[in-house]
């Protein structure tokens, strides 16, 4: 475990079927620490959480459960997510104690809710500090940038994208991601990056998806199977051969022996002239 900024700590799991760290947070608080995400600790880590105190486990989204129940058996702390997401992290068989809704405050701290990828989705962000932790909103990969997870994971990828878009309008100088490297995007004297990389994840083109090799959405285009690349109409292409127009038919009713049935006749070009005993026009 070390302190990544002032007053928060963090420690990482790599994930073999991702290919990138899981992050888990303890944020010191004068009110009550809180831990955000814990992921699998070293024992180590474990003995510093028991020794530093944890006042509240807090879950950014269902699928973040991860060693919760471990680090709430070791230091007693309660267990709180979004009440949308509840019922699948219960489903884990882990034991919810609480509820969180936008706007409650821990510490300098609120809770924002950024549904999309599940309705419970939540981020934490600290004014004072323009600190912004989030779980699943935004991923740190590629190393360096954001973007997003890919769309068959998310349950509403348009309500994510409207989310990000919420979050690219605060003021964020750091920015802590539940997934790859925890660094924040501020990195030494250089200048501040986290808010200018949710600005830009929010009006980068749009292909699909946000996937290991960091493929950006547009947040103002339609679905790709409603616009063709480029945003382009297509066009015929000049020289290519086009459809002939239906031929003009005639359904001349023709009783077929006993069965009643009709057929459909399709006249030869000088048919109609010579029933009526003219000749038909020159080609």
């Not at 010191?28 to 003995?47: T, Y």
């Amino acid at each position: 475990m070390r302190e990544i900024v002032d007053g928060i700590f963090t420690w990482s799991w790599f994930s073999e079927p991702h290919g990138y760290d899981f992050n888990g947070y303890l944020i010191r608080e004068p009110e009550g620490n809180l831990c955000v995400d814990p992921v699998e600790p070293s024992e180590q880590v474990l003995a510093r959480l028991v020794q530093r105190g944890v006042a509240r486990i807090v879950l950014t989204n269902r699928n973040h459960v991860r060693k919760a129940a471990l680090v709430r058996e070791r230091t007693g702390a309660p267990i709180a997510i979004h009440p949308a997401d509840a019922a699948y992290a219960q489903a884990q068989g882990v034991t919810i104690d609480a509820g969180l809704a936008a706007g409650d405050q821990f510490g300098s701290f609120t809770v924002l809710g950024v549904p999309g990828k599940s309705p419970g989705e939540i981020a934490l962000h600290s004014p004072r500090r323009r600190i912004l932790i989030v779980g699943d909103a935004v991923i740190g990969n590629p190393p360096g940038k954001l973007s997003l997870l890919r769309e068959k994971v998310m349950d509403d990828p348009p309500l994510l994208r409207a989310s990000v878009a919420a979050l690219a309008a605060l003021e964020v100088e750091v920015l802590l991601p539940g997934r790859r490297r925890a660094d924040p995007a501020r990195r030494g004297g250089a200048a501040p990056r986290a808010g200018g990389e949710l600005r830009r994840l929010s009006t980068v083109t749009r292909d699909g998806g946000a996937g290991r090799r960091g493929r950006r959405l547009r947040f103002d285009s339609a679905p790709p199977s409603r616009v063709p690349p480029f945003g382009r109409r297509p066009r015929r292409l000049i020289g290519a051969p086009t459809a002939p127009p239906p031929p003009r038919c005639a359904i001349r009713r023709r009783e077929q022996a006993g069965d009643g049935l009709s057929s459909l006749h399709v006249p030869r070009r000088d048919e109609g002239t010579r029933q009526n005993g003219t000749s038909p026009a020159p080609p």
